[in-house]
């Protein structure tokens, strides 16, 4: 069974920055598509940040320039680096991740989520 454990969130001042980490862990062929995905008390969950298997990347436009997403595919973990957040960043913060089973099968695979609060 496939897990993404997720870490780092918790509480910043607007201005501030946090990085949020989500490493895959268990039995799998391959881990495609990767992301990080936000929902905030009331709305939909929205695709923050997504990096493919080779590194293309693509972000929701209002975190352009102000957060990266990147990969270490030696160590299945996918960050998030989050600058100058302001309040409207604050929201349980959720790893997706594309995974290929050892018997072929595609897997669409969802941390528990990390809460980022953004306060003064």
């Known amino acids: 069974q496939v897990q993404l454990v997720e870490s780092g969130g918790g509480l910043v001042q607007p201005g501030g920055s946090l990085r949020l980490s989500c490493a895959a862990s268990?039995?799998?062929?391959?881990?495609?598509?990767m992301g990080w995905y936000r929902q905030a008390p009331g709305k939909q969950r929205e695709l923050v940040a997504s990096?493919?298997?080779?590194?293309?990347?693509n972000y929701v436009d209002s975190v352009k320039g102000r957060f990266t997403i990147s990969r270490d595919n030696a160590r299945n973990t996918v960050y998030l680096a989050m600058n100058s957040l302001n309040p409207e960043d604050a929201a349980v913060y959720y790893c997706?991740?594309?995974?290929?089973?050892?018997?072929?099968?595609?897997?669409?695979?969802w941390g528990q989520g990390t809460l980022v609060t953004v306060s003064s």
């Open positions: 990096i493919t298997s080779g590194g293309s990347t």
């Open positions: 268990g039995i799998f062929f391959s881990i495609n598509n």
């Open positions: 997706n991740a594309g995974i290929t089973t050892r018997s072929w099968t595609y897997r669409e695979v």
